[in-house]
Each structure stands twice: as structure tokens, then as C-alpha cells.
């Protein structure tokens, strides 16, 4: 399999439907596709275009391979390492579409990678269920995701009695004055002593 990466870019209007989405990406890939020998290389160097996420469309995967009469079998040789942060790749088996995510998990968890696969299935859903819906009123989250957001919405923090940093150390003062606070090489200082040396200086600066 030989692979041609092309740049892709695109502008919506705010209002633009979901199924004017569709049709123009139909018609940037198409356009890219017809002037792909323009080398991507020169396109990154020129632009100084570096995409984090890559999409890959893979058009006609073949399961069975006959020559002549004869059946070749296909391997994938090793495994689909990660070439970039994460690519997208929307292959077409059989009739049936699907897309696998290939990520750096030094970067990304698999949970996030989830995430962000389940987002992009709901997008899809929404735009099969409802084609002519503003592009902007799709969410990518499912019900349960808005129940979660929303219950974190609705859920009411109280107020914390010590918020600055001096008030929280002042408040371990009171607790652990005799409780060693900082230890250095030429000795160690607890809460209440460092408390001291610090008020001292502030009063230095103030005068």
C-alpha cells in the first residue's frame, strides 16, 4: 500500500448545515486527490503547516488479492505505529466503514483516545440523523456525558474558608508551629520559626 499525504483545509459559515459540511469536505478531498503530486513536503516547508492529528482515508482495503487465477495472501508487516501525535483512519471494508485511532501513548491515555472516538461517533450520528442541522448545534457528547457535565454544573461547591497561600501557611502555624517546615543544608526551621524569619522580612520591605 503506498500512502500520499495531502493537506486538507477548510472554512465554514457559522450557519452552514451539516450536510453542506459533508459535501464540501466531498469536494476539498476530491481537490487534493486531483493534485496530488504536488509534494506534501514542499506544501509543510512553505506554509510551515505541522498538523497534529492526521486523517487517513484508505479507499477499498482488499481482503483477497488473485493474480492470474492464483490467491495471494496479505500480511500487515509489524504493527501501525503511532507516525504522529494521533492519526485517524477511516477505512472502507466490504462496504462498511470504520476508523481506528493510532496515538503516542507517552502523550495521550487510552481513556482520552476513547473519548475522543466516542465524540467523533456521535458527530457522525448526529449528522446521519439530522443532515440539515446547523454544524454548530451538533455536540459531540452522547446522553450520558451531558448528564455528566451537567451534574458537575449543577453541583454546588462551598465556599472554602482559606484560599490564599500566606492564610493556608499561617493555618498550619496554628496546627503544627513545632512541626519542621523547611529543612536546608545549614539547618531546618519549623512553622513557627519560619512564621518569624517571614514576618520579619515583610516588615523590613514595608519600612
Same mark, same amino acid.
Do not use: W
Given at each position: 500500500?503506498?500512502?500520499?499525504?495531502?493537506?486538507?483545509?477548510?472554512?465554514?459559515?457559522?450557519?452552514?448545515?451539516?450536510?453542506?459540511?459533508?459535501?464540501?469536505?466531498?469536494?476539498?478531498?476530491?481537490?487534493?486527490?486531483?493534485?496530488?503530486?504536488?509534494?506534501?513536503?514542499?506544501?509543510?516547508?512553505?506554509?510551515?503547516?505541522?498538523?497534529?492529528?492526521?486523517?487517513?482515508?484508505?479507499?477499498?482495503?482488499?481482503?483477497?488479492?488473485?493474480?492470474?487465477? /492464483?490467491? /495471494?495472501?496479505?500480511?500487515?508487516?509489524?504493527?501501525?505505529?503511532?507516525?504522529?501525535?494521533?492519526?485517524?483512519?477511516?477505512?472502507?471494508?466490504?462496504?462498511?466503514?470504520?476508523?481506528?485511532?493510532?496515538?503516542?501513548?507517552?502523550?495521550?491515555?487510552?481513556?482520552?483516545?476513547?473519548?475522543?472516538?466516542?465524540?467523533?461517533?456521535?458527530?457522525?450520528?448526529?449528522?446521519?440523523?439530522?443532515?440539515?442541522?446547523?454544524?454548530?448545534?451538533?455536540?459531540?457528547?452522547?446522553?450520558?456525558?451531558?448528564?455528566?457535565?451537567?451534574?458537575?454544573?449543577?453541583?454546588?461547591?462551598?465556599?472554602?474558608?482559606?484560599?490564599?497561600?500566606?492564610?493556608?501557611?499561617?493555618?498550619?502555624?496554628?496546627?503544627?508551629?513545632?512541626?519542621?517546615?523547611?529543612?536546608?543544608?545549614?539547618?531546618?526551621?519549623?512553622?513557627?520559626?519560619?512564621?518569624?524569619?517571614?514576618?520579619?522580612?515583610?516588615?523590613?520591605?514595608?519600612?
Amino acid at each position: 500500500m503506498f500512502v500520499n499525504t495531502l493537506p486538507l483545509g477548510m472554512e465554514l459559515e457559522q450557519e452552514s448545515t451539516a450536510l453542506e459540511l459533508v459535501k464540501r469536505s466531498r469536494e476539498i478531498l476530491n481537490g487534493a486527490i486531483a493534485h496530488e503530486q504536488y509534494p506534501f513536503s514542499r506544501i509543510a516547508s512553505e506554509f510551515n503547516y505541522a498538523p497534529d492529528i492526521f486523517y487517513a482515508y484508505q479507499i477499498g482495503v482488499l481482503e483477497e488479492l488473485v493474480i492470474n487465477g /492464483i490467491k /495471494i495472501d496479505s500480511d500487515m508487516i509489524g504493527e501501525r505505529l503511532a507516525k504522529f501525535k494521533t492519526a485517524i483512519y477511516v477505512e472502507n471494508t466490504n462496504g462498511t466503514e470504520a476508523i481506528d485511532i493510532v496515538y503516542n501513548d507517552a502523550q495521550y491515555s487510552s481513556g482520552l483516545i476513547r473519548t475522543l472516538a466516542t465524540c467523533i461517533r456521535n458527530v457522525v450520528y448526529a449528522i446521519i440523523e439530522n443532515p440539515k442541522q446547523s454544524v454548530r448545534k451538533i455536540s459531540m457528547l452522547d446522553s450520558e456525558m451531558k448528564a455528566f457535565t451537567e451534574n458537575i454544573s449543577s453541583t454546588k461547591l462551598e465556599d472554602t474558608k482559606i484560599k490564599l497561600f500566606h492564610e493556608l501557611f499561617e493555618h498550619q502555624v496554628e496546627l503544627h508551629p513545632e512541626h519542621k517546615a523547611l529543612v536546608a543544608i545549614d539547618g531546618s526551621y519549623t512553622y513557627r520559626e519560619l512564621d518569624e524569619r517571614a514576618n520579619c522580612v515583610a516588615n523590613a520591605l514595608i519600612e
